[in-house]
């Protein structure tokens, strides 16, 4: 086990106070998952300030902190003193662990939209295989075939070094991971090292947090500067970019790494051609060295026609066939809340879809143009305490497409939910074509209900923005709320 003088090796600037020889056998940046043993990690977050838990962790088992301001701490507790606790968290946690994240092979997926279907793709590739892959992301951690709750699309230090290790415990080969622009910005990835690093695309979001675009493009760019950074544990790294993506470019010009583009306008390394789209089904052609592949899979939509791509080069840097990969793909099926079909025998479709950007709702929503005979009827909003500039750009978007507008909530969090739907039909009111309408229903459920009460044959309803959340996360409370059950509460009233 490591003592406090084993970790205070890797943490550059640190003074110690009180026993350097106490033994540490769990690090913790939470309070209320401090034992005996404990590290405890004093982060100044956006509500509140870890120090102030010093007093409860210790009362809880920790035996040494780290710490970055002025504490009274009881005799026989180590303090560590550091001027950021947030750059020490990166230097020793991956050390505590004994760096899994460089133990695996690790596939680090980044871009506004599509990360969690792709990672979920390259997974079921190389479970095919036969290798024993760990996925982590938006829906949940996988290690083999069990799952883990997760509350970040990447976990903040602590916990990823944590499920890396168990990963690496369980005898994971393959860890494939959503590396979120916030992991980027924040380092939350310090100490793994990629070996594959892909680039889904790049669209408006979480502006709130990165303030502007090119911050937020530059925090998708670190992925590739750190697979292209040389190191003393790997090789075969590769980097796998969307070169149709305005943005692929100048993701490529940070990248050094051997490298797959792909797209399907004719300049990738990888090329999808004669695209066919189905509600259910896609089919295209995937042309890679001069050789064509004919690809069916059993799930819909253009955009997944990329996220094949984009798992088809990570693939290939496993070394994994062309003709397996192709085999693995045809009986994919869809990732929850993915383009989620909700069927209980009526004559009209219902999507549940994860759609909450602007470019998410407008793919989701050509699919459902191209498989609607009627009309499209969409229900969505947009969650609270998120980028608010993209609101009325999402309801100009669901205007243009859909033939019935339903603006709800989402998860309104600490806002105002009645702000939030008004702002969302401002954008609203500005794309309605001649004969569609919209109406503000903001209680979602009615809004799912109302949705599927005036559906007629031939229709489509598209239910966006929670995919998979089986939960609403309102002022004071979180309930439990699955777009899924609503709908199929509702078909079942009709
Ligand atoms: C803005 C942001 O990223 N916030 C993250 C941050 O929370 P925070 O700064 O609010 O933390 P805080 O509540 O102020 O607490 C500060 C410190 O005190 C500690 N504390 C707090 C209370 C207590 O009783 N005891 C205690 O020790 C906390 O554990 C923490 O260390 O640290 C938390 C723990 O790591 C994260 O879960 C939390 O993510 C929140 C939930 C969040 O919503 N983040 C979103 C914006 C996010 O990160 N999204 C990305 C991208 C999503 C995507 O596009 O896919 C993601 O990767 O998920
Ligand atoms: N390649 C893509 N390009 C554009 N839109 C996509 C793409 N893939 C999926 N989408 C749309 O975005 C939604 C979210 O997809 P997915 O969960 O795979 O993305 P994500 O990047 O993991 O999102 P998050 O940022 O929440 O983690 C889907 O439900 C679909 O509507
Ligand atoms: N990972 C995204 C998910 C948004 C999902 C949507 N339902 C919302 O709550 O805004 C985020 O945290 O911005
Ligand atoms: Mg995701």
């Known amino acids: 086990m490591k003592t406090v003088q084993d970790i205070i090796q890797v943490i550059k600037g640190v003074t110690v106070t009180g026993p350097a020889d106490v033994a540490v056998s769990h690090i913790t940046a939470d309070s209320r998952e401090v034992k005996a043993g404990s590290l405890f990690i004093c982060l100044t977050g956006a509500h509140v300030n870890g120090h102030d838990y010093i007093e409860k962790a210790i009362a809880g088992g920790a035996v040494a902190v780290l ?12 303090v560590l003193t550091v001027a950021d606790t947030r750059v020490a968290m990166q230097q020793c946690v991956p050390f505590f662990y004994d760096y899994p994240g460089c133990k695996m092979r690790m596939i680090g997926v980044t871009g506004t939209n599509g990360k969690t279907t792709t990672t979920h793709i390259i997974g079921h590739i190389l479970r095919a295989q036969g290798h024993k892959v760990g996925i982590i992301g938006t829906v949940h951690v996988m290690i083999g075939d069990k799952t883990y709750p997760i509350h970040n699309t990447t976990p903040d230090v602590v916990d990823l070094q944590h499920i890396l290790a168990n990963m690496v415990a369980e005898g994971v080969t393959h860890c494939i991971m959503e590396v979120s622009s916030h992991a980027l910005a924040l380092g939350r990835v310090a100490g793994v090292e990629y070996d594959t690093a892909v680039f889904t695309n790049l669209t408006q979001d979480h502006l709130d947090f990165h303030k502007t675009f090119e911050n937020y ?8 500067e750190q697979v292209s950074a040389p190191n003393q544990h790997k090789s075969n790294k590769g980097a796998v970019i969307n070169i149709d993506d305005p943005y692929g470019h100048r993701v490529e010009a940070n990248n050094s790494a051997p490298l797959i583009t792909y797209g399907t306008k004719g300049v990738g390394t990888l090329e999808g051609e004669n695209l066919t789209i189905t509600s259910k089904t896609s089919a295209y052609d995937v042309v890679y060295k001069g050789n064509t592949y004919p690809i069916h899979m059993r799930i819909t939509g253009l955009f997944n026609v990329y996220n094949t791509l984009a798992a088809i080069g990570a693939c290939l840097f496993e070394g994994v066939s062309m003709e397996a990969i192709i085999k693995a793909l045809s009986d994919f099926t869809a990732v929850p809340g993915r383009f989620e079909l909700i069927e209980e025998g009526q004559p009209f479709a219902v999507v549940v879809d994860y759609a909450h950007t602007p470019d998410g709702l407008e793919n989701i929503l050509e699919t459902a143009q191209k498989i609607v005979e009627n009309k499209i009827l969409v229900v969505f909003g947009c969650g609270g305490d998120r980028d608010a500039t993209k609101r009325p750009i999402m309801g100009r978007i669901a205007a243009q497409y859909g033939d019935k507008i339903f603006v709800t909530s989402d998860n309104p969090r600490t806002e105002d939910p009645n702000q939030i739907v008004a702002q969302v039909a401002e954008g609203v009111k ?63 009233e009709r």
């Not at 710490?67 to 180590?78: D, F, K, N």
């Not at 493009?217 to 590739?224: D, I």
């Open 217 to 224: 493009l530059a925090a998708k760019c670190k992925l590739f």
């Open 67 to 78: 710490v970055s301001q002025p504490v009274t701490v009881p005799a026989g507790i180590a």
């Open 430 to 492: 500005e794309g309605l074509r001649t004969n569609s309408s919209y109406e503000v229903i903001v209680d979602r459920r009615t809004a799912i209900h109302a949705a599927i009460q005036q559906a007629a044959p031939g229709d489509v309803v598209i239910i966006a923005g929670k995919g998979h959340e089986d939960y609403q996360i309102l002022k004071d409370k979180t309930i439990h709320f699955d777009d899924r059950e609503v709908a199929r509460e509702a078909l079942k």
